[in-house]
């Protein structure tokens, strides 16, 4: 892959992940809060809002490892969403684990 290409698949990459965010962003956390799923279900579970995170992300991560080891294997099998529509969730949900370790350190250090 060419320099060339890479920037522009980089470019159109991080576009596409903004308007993917924006979208479901508004669908799961439609408040002020953009973390408040994470922070809901942590709390109705008893758990921390990075433990959330850490599932919802994992489910696009063994997608995408599904995906990795079914062409090593030659697997054809029928997928309702693209692999790049997984890596694309996967950079939204990078951003928004950064997103919840920042909170927490807001929290910590406002309270």
Do not use: C
């Not at 892959?1 to 669908?27: H, I, S």
């Not at 953009?34 to 579970?45: D, G, I, P, T, V």
């Not at 995906?67 to 950079?91: A, P, Q």
């Amino acid at each position: 892959m060419t320099p060339e290409r890479f920037n522009e698949l980089w470019e159109d990459t991080m576009l596409r992940a903004r308007t993917l965010a924006v979208g479901k962003g508004g669908e799961y956390a439609p408040g002020e809060d953009r973390l408040s799923n994470f922070k809901q279900n942590a709390e109705r579970l008893g758990l921390k809002s990075l433990d959330i995170w850490a599932v919802y992300a994992g489910k696009h991560w063994d997608a995408i490892q599904t995906y990795v080891t079914d062409s090593r294997n030659g697997v054809e099998r029928v997928r309702l969403e693209g692999i790049d529509g997984r890596f694309l969730d996967l950079i939204v949900y990078a951003v928004l684990g950064l997103a919840l370790v920042e909170d927490n350190i807001r929290l910590r250090v406002d309270s």
